[in-house]
């Protein structure tokens, strides 16, 4: 449907870190009609404040950033108007963040070299009250939905495992012990189905559980 002349602009509220790409975005949304750019944010925390501050129709909201991540973001904004339309942004369809992000309440995710035409599509579904998830990530978040979580414990000890390091240093960095440690890696394994530590990596690589920094 065109957008209407006459009825209230979509007030969007655009996140990400990369200045590039959020005013890539804050260009494409400018030229039309019937949306407003009511306020950016580079990071989560920042993004809160400027939703606290506007309180936006839509965030376009990157999932990876630095101080406060995507998925948080959409947990505190969500708990405090539980009515937000929030599209998430993200490179990978594989993301795992996606899956947690819908999880906590986004309403939609664009891939960030989604076509222009189309990020205004969703934009304005999504504001009409509509969920946009793709057959493909559909079938992926069916077949996420199906396997046990990590605990928060447990991705900290495998986004550990991920940097090399062995359970001593792990349960040195994490304040717990040795023993702890490995309980939590053997239910890491089972949880990732996976045969061994590097096998339980190379899965939640694969997966967008943990990333390379």
Do not use: W
Not at 21 to 34: A, K
Not at 51 to 68: G, K
Not at 165 to 177: F, W, Y
């Amino acid at each position: 449907m065109p957008p209407n002349e006459t009825a209230r602009s979509i007030r969007v509220l655009v996140v990400d870190d990369h200045p590039i790409v959020r005013q890539g975005l804050v260009s494409i949304l400018e030229g039309e009609s019937d949306m407003e750019i009511v306020g950016q944010a580079s990071n989560g925390n920042e993004a809160i404040e400027q939703f606290r501050l506007h309180q936006p129709d839509v965030v376009l909201l990157d999932l990876r950033m630095p101080e406060l991540g995507g998925v948080e973001v959409i947990t505190t904004v969500r708990a405090e108007s539980p009515d937000a339309n929030i599209i998430m942004l993200t490179i990978y369809d594989t993301d795992e963040a996606i899956y947690q992000g819908l999880r906590a309440g986004a309403r939609a995710y664009l891939l960030k070299d989604t076509p222009c035409d189309e990020i205004l599509e969703v934009i304005r579904a999504v504001y009409e009250g509509r969920r946009c998830i793709s057959a493909m990530v559909g079938e992926k978040l069916a077949a996420r939905m199906d396997k046990p979580m990590l605990s928060d414990r447990e991705r900290q000890v495998i986004d550990l495992m991920a940097t090399g390091k062995n359970n001593r240093e792990i349960g040195a960095g994490l304040s717990i012990t040795e023993h702890t440690v490995r309980f939590h890696v053997n239910n890491i394994l089972s949880k990732l189905g996976a045969n061994d530590r590097a096998h339980a990596i190379v899965l939640a690589l694969r997966q967008g559980i943990v990333q390379l920094h």
